[in-house]
């Protein structure tokens, strides 16, 4: 049975009959590998609401483990499109992740992708809880496209854990749970927002390499996407402007070249009756030349946090790819520091590093191989990110690793 057919089936089931003049597509990624995870040794805050901070140390062993998602996060998706005549089409998608190893929903259900919209001759306008420019366009000039041991998430998805948090600034652990986050290179995901992307300027193609998963999220030539969302707090008891988010990205793909930057900022509850921002920008640039390739990416964040403390992390990403028959090997490296205005002399950092072979069995299945680890020092507590999620340390300066082999299919 032909996908259209099982999607309007499927779309029927939540919203009743599908027009006649849609077209409706079922989609999507299964993706599950077999390995092991190491959260290593390291140390844990037992007492102590200012430096300095009294530990224990704590450690974990290798286990065995089933991973969901290593090379692109396992989903399922409904999208479709309705010409409307003169140009104009009416655009929708729904998408939820989906743990492959045990059957359970990727958080809220839907809350991967849930958007409606317009296309038109100006470009795309979308209404929903949407991918940020800012990730969007970082993800083009990863060498690991968000997937493997090792790829950017590493930097865009992770902060200080509350307990490094807390031993860097030596704030109240309430306060270090309230803030920690912030540190997180990008931010993934907007909910309730506009989105806008731009007609392609060009015509080129993406390089054609096995390994990125948004490929298709710019399309060739110089594009241009911005987004603004609203926190929505408009309560007695809230603060305003709590979670406003807005941002803009550029990316140019020319024949064997990728460009990109970005800029995006985020307010928050300062837990002192107002708001802090969340400052995120960063470039990148991938260039393929024969049977190789090499990209690059510098991103920067900083927040001003509760209690008038600051905090910032700035990450480099550089990673190189070479065929090999009908696959690609693939060795990125990505370092981290991160600064506080009360961390005199503590700087944490992390040093990850990912290897993968990814080798295709058809268009849409193929099979995989990867390592990763971080090494960190100086209070750090980064983890190792794959695309679905990450391994994480049991401790401060706890070193992680994580090997898994695998295999995707996609449908």
């Given amino acids: ?16 009959a599908a027009s006649a003049q849609s077209n409706v597509t ?40 089933v991973f969901s998602g290593v090379q692109s ?10 010409d409307l005549g003169g140009g104009l089409k009416a655009i929708f998608n729904l998408e939820a ?3 492959w190893d045990t059957g359970a929903a990727d958080g809220t259900f839907f809350q991967r992708r849930t958007i ?3 296309g038109t001759s100006f470009g795309e306008f979308r209404l929903g809880r949407d991918y940020t420019p800012g990730f969007s366009a970082a993800g083009a000039t990863d060498v690991m ?15 200080l854990s509350s307990q490094a948090f807390q031993a860097v600034t030596g704030s109240a652990a309430g306060d270090s749970a309230a803030v920690s986050g912030l540190l997180a290179g990008i931010d993934t995901r907007a909910s309730n927002g506009l989105f806008y992307t731009s007609p392609a300027f060009g015509n080129t193609k993406c390089a054609a390499i096995p390994a990125p998963t948004e490929c298709g999220v710019f399309s060739g030539g110089l594009t241009v996407t911005a987004m603004y969302a609203s926190g929505e707090n408009d309560g007695a008891n809230a603060v305003s402007g709590v979670g ?55 991103g920067y964040v900083e927040a001003d946090t509760n209690r008038g403390l600051t905090g910032e992390k700035e990450g480099w990403g550089i990673g190189a790819g070479m065929k090999l028959g009908a696959g690609e090997f693939l060795v990125n490296f990505i370092t981290q520091e991160i600064d506080s205005n009360l961390a005199a002399g503590i700087t944490p950092k992390s040093d990850t590093w990912g290897i993968a072979y990814v080798h295709p069995m058809s268009k849409r299945t193929n099979l995989y191989a990867t390592y990763g680890r971080t090494d960190n020092s100086d209070y750090a507590s980064t983890g190792i ?27």
């Fill in 1 to 16: 049975m032909k996908k259209s057919l099982i999607a309007l089936a499927v779309v029927g089931a939540f919203a009743g």
């Fill in 26 to 65: 079922l989609y999507g990624i299964a993706d599950i590998g077999i390995g092991m995870q190491d959260r290593g040794s390291g140390s844990e805050i037992t007492s102590g609401a200012t430096r300095p901070i009294t530990t224990a140390p704590v450690s974990s062993d290798s286990v065995l483990a």
């Fill in 73 to 82: 996060t396992s989903r399922f998706g409904i999208r479709g499109s309705e």
């Fill in 97 to 99: 992740g989906v743990q």
């Fill in 116 to 118: 409606v919209g317009l």
């Fill in 145 to 159: 496209g968000y997937g493997l041991f090792g790829n950017w998430l590493t930097f865009t998805t992770q902060g």
């Fill in 244 to 298: 406003d988010t807005w941002g803009g990205a550029v990316v140019y793909r020319g024949g064997p070249l990728v460009l990109q930057g970005y800029y995006q900022t985020r307010e928050f509850d300062n837990l002192q009756n107002g708001t802090g921002d969340k400052i995120q920008y960063g470039v990148g640039a991938q260039f393929v030349f024969g049977q190789f390739r090499v990209a690059g990416n510098w």
């Fill in 385 to 411: 990110n794959y695309s679905g999620s990450s391994v994480s340390p049991v401790g401060l300066n706890a070193n992680v690793q994580g090997f898994a082999v695998g295999v995707r299919h996609l449908f």
